[in-house]
Structure formats: C-alpha cells, structure tokens
C-alpha cells in the first residue's frame, strides 16, 4: 500500500515542482483579487461578526482554497487519463486502488495546503493576520481531504475531460460562493441556511473562521466534514475500482 | 497446457455493448516463447491485453500469468508482467529517469536497484546521454524505446508488447525488432500484437491469427505458410487480384508457362496464410 501511494504522490509532486511558478501565479490571484476588490467595497467601517470585512473573508478564502486547490487534481487526474494515458500505468502496477487513491488525494491536500500558505501571506501583507490554532489546521486538512477524494471519485466516474468542466460550473463554483466564504450565513431565511448547511464547504468556513478569530470549536463541523471524508473516500476506492472498462 | 505456460487462456469472453470483441479465445504461450498475435484493427488484439494486464474486466472464462490467476491475485499476476501499450503513455513533463523511477517505485524496487537498472536499461534502448532530459523532447521513436525499457525495469517475466512499431519509420521499426529479440534471448516470454504481417513472420516463434473475437489458427509461421503452399502468383484479372498457391516450385512455374498472362513467381509469406485461412486481409 504504502510504496504505490508513495510513487503515485511522488509523481504529482515531481510535475508540480515543474509547474511551480505556474501554479504560485493561478494560486495566488483570484483571493488576491477578491482582497482588493471586495476589500475595497466593503470599506474598513462595515462589521462582521465584530470583524473588518477583511478580518471576515480571509477564513472565509482561506476554506474556499482548500477546496479549489484540493479539488484541483481532478484536472490533473483527467488529463493524466484522458490525453496521456498514464492512468493505465498505475492500473498495470501491482498497487491496491486504495493506494492510488490516497496517493492523489494527499497531493491534493499538499496543493491546498500550499494555497491556504500564499493566501496567509496575501492577508499579512493587507495588514490581516488570523489565529492559526491545531483546530484551524484540523478543519483546512478535513475540508482539503473531503474535495481531494471527491476529485479523485469524480475523475474516474466521468467520461471526458467537458464532463470535469460541467462539474466545476454546477458543483464548485456554486459552493465556492454559497458557502459562508463571502458574507455570513445568518441573515439568510432559515429555509437558505438550511440548505447551506448541507454543503461540506460551508461547515469548513465556519469551523476555520471560529478558531481564526479565537472562538472555541464547535465540533459538529468537524463531525460532519469527517464523516464526508469517509463517505469520499469510500466513493473514491469504488470509482477506481470501476475505471476499469 | 502445460506446468511450463508463461500465459494461459481459456474460452476467455468480453463482450463491449452488442459487440462481442474476445468470443472464446483458448491459447497457451510457453515460457520463453516470442508470441504474436496477427489481426486487422478490431480483431480483439488489444483487448486480450488489456485483460491480461489488469485494464479491463472480462465477462467470462479464465487466464493465468506464470501460474496465477488473474482474477483471483491480480497484483500477484501484474507483478509479473510487463506492458508497453499501443499509444505512448509516458510522462511528458517527467525526466527518462524519473519516469523510469516512478515505475521502480510502483514495483517495490529500491533505491539502489532502481539507479542501477535505469541507467543499465537507458544504456540497452541507446537513451543514457537523455537520462535527465525531460520525455517532451523525444521522438516517437525515442519515446517507444524508453516504454520498452520501463516496462523491462522490474524484470518481468512476461512482456507485453501491443503494437510496438505502429506508426514507426522502418528503421527505427527494425531496430526495436532487434531489442525484442534480444529481450526474448534473456529468457523473456513476449506476447505481441501486430497487424504488421512482416513483423510477426521475422519475430514470432508462433503466431495466432486473430479475428472477430476468434483465433482462426494458430501455430509457426512457417508451418502457417506451409498450409496454403510454399509459392504463389498473382494475376490480375477482370474479377480482381488471384493469387493462386502451390505446394513446389515446379508446378507453379508450370502453371505460369501454361498461361497467356504475365504473371510473377513469389514465395508464400504470412499475409497469404491469413488471407485464406480467415478470407480477409490484414489491415
């Protein structure tokens, strides 16, 4: 189990060590965007939670990366499948499926954590700094495992590289804004945050913010994101196992 | 069948949708054999492949790699095999030696025996000066030789070959040729696919021909030939191209003399043994 996770991880640190620079830039510029332009916007006077707006989304881009980033691999699990075949090597390989999964999944959890780094760095230099406790840390690699086995499902269970881009347009992008990243769930009607709540993004925004801005932990969002880890991965082992035609 | 079969098939069935591709395939390759598979595109060559080596599910029968069954110890059977698909499947963006790392890594090799095995199989496919060269920057050919050598890199017992030289220049097809052939001398069972009818006549021990989803016969190509004759001549005629076989040199060039048309004299070569045995050409 462990040499064919270990190969697999090694291969997609090894390519995105060749495409660092690239990867730095696309990390980087969409929360630096919405740092300026929301930032802007909002204005220092607006309150959230008794927080700058600033104060407020950091946490809130902070759980939006670790999603995008984790769920990033599903790109490159695609093209690896679809256009360079390289998932046949992997299948020709003596190796269990629950090692090809991990393998991939904890390089989506590596990037993520990449991402949640250059988003800190972004906030220190928009003069916002967060509390970054082991809760802080536990609910980033939670979120980052739940998209990067989902990502790993997905990629196997669809059947050309338009089908990735449908997914990302009706599942990602939604959740990436609906999410609690941007503004506070609170004035929805209960009905909307009901619904929210069904979103694994959501309970990481709200787990991340609590423990950035000192609160203690409310471990249903830990619960529930541990528990979409499982139901994931478990997902993720059948779809490898099915990508066999 | 025997306790000395590298490859065992039996009434092996894959069907995909309505289209039976493998419809009761039974063979056995010895070890140490060089083994061709010869049919036209959609004969059911890389499906018998992709099977053996783990990339597809069959519906029904069985097959055995050096004794195990696939089904039943997957990765026992993969352990033993090596495989160089039809379309190039490195990683572009990967060194030669960092492509043929990852694979060790996916073996269990170690570190030690991985080092040394790159740079000794690199320096067999005539790549050792590229080691560190990123495998974009290959041609086709180049690229082929590395699959082979990477495929070779845990010392497999069993190679799979399917289409190795397709969409080659014919030097670098010969040339890989001899790289096959050298492997099989080192005690490697290769199994080949071909739809290249000299390709399987100059490597193959034995040779199957292939098609629909069915072996039509199966043995040396030289005893293949020998079913529709030794000598055969061509004429072109009102109907189409007739090719006609002889047992002996002697009653072809009789049967030439007592014709008014202009007709050459040639030895029977494979692609006539899979014409008459199957009705249909190699394509």
Redesign the interface.
Known sequence: MLQGMGAVYLREMRLSRRRFKRALVGMAVSPLLYMVAFGTAMGSEARFEGHTYLEFLLPGLIAMTTMTQAYGIAIEINIARFYFHIFEEFQAAPISGAAFAMGEILSGMTRALGGVAIILAIGMAFGVTIHTGPWFWLAVLLNAFVFAALAVALAMLISSHGDQSLLNAFVITPMAFLGGTFFPLDGLPGWAQGLLHALPLTHAAQAIRADAFGRPPELIHYAVLAALGVAGFVLALKSVDRARD | MSAGDAIVIEDLRKA?GGVQALDGVSLAVPAGELFAYLGPNGAGKSTTI?IL?????FDSGRAALGGVDIARDP??A??Q?G?V?Q????????SLA?NMD??G????MSAAERAARTEELLAVVDLADRAKRLVNTLSGGMKRRLMIARALMHRPSILFLDEPTVGLDADIRRRIWGLIKQIQKQGTTVFLTTHYIEEAEFLADRVAFLDSGKIRALDTPQALIARVGGWAFDRLGPEGMVTRYFADREAAQAAIAASEDAMTLRRANLEDAFLTLTGKAVR
């Open positions: 995909y992709r080596t783990g990339l597809t599910r990765l026992a993969k352990r095999c495989v698909m379309h190039v499947n490195l990683d572009g963006d990967l960092e990852i694979h890594r996916l073996f269990g």
